[in-house]
Nanobody, 122 residues
Framework: QVQLVESGGGLVQAGGSLRLSCAASGRTFSTYAMGWFRQASGKEREFVAA????????SYADSVKGRFTISRDNAKNLVNLQMNSLNAEDTAIYYC???????????????WGQGTQVTVSS
């Protein structure tokens, strides 16, 4: 089992950057693939990015490709999401999740953080 706590959200102007972090507790963190999702007001939660347990492979939603970068530090039980060139459509609550990496991509295992709000002003 793993507990997840996100941080780093806030208010930023369009074109700016933010770096989100997700701290995990539990000795098995390095065995999980990790992902970031987001949910805008009135919309369903959507996939943003994911990374394998080793960090050797990553996956991104088309809407963030080239702007966002996911990374992890297994020694520190951290997974980060560097977000650049932010725009108003990136405004959402961002959640990290622990899961598995399959041929079809990242699959959550039901472990979620509480979320962190990102607001981009235009």
């Amino acid at each position: 089992q793993v507990q997840l706590v996100e941080s780093g959200g806030g208010l930023v102007q369009a074109g700016g950057s933010l770096r989100l972090s997700c701290a995990a507790s539990g000795r098995t963190f390095s065995t999980y693939a990790m992902g970031w999702f987001r949910q805008a007001s009135g919309k369903e939660r959507e996939f943003v990015a994911a990374i394998t347990w080793s960090g050797s492979s990553t996956s991104y939603a088309d809407s963030v490709k080239g702007r966002f970068t996911i990374s992890r530090d297994n020694a520190k039980n951290l997974v980060n999401l560097q977000m650049n060139s932010l725009n108003a459509e990136d405004t959402a609550i961002y959640y990290c999740a622990a899961g598995s990496w399959t041929f079809a991509g990242f699959r959550t295992l039901g472990y979620w953080g509480q979320g962190t709000q990102v607001t981009v002003s235009s």
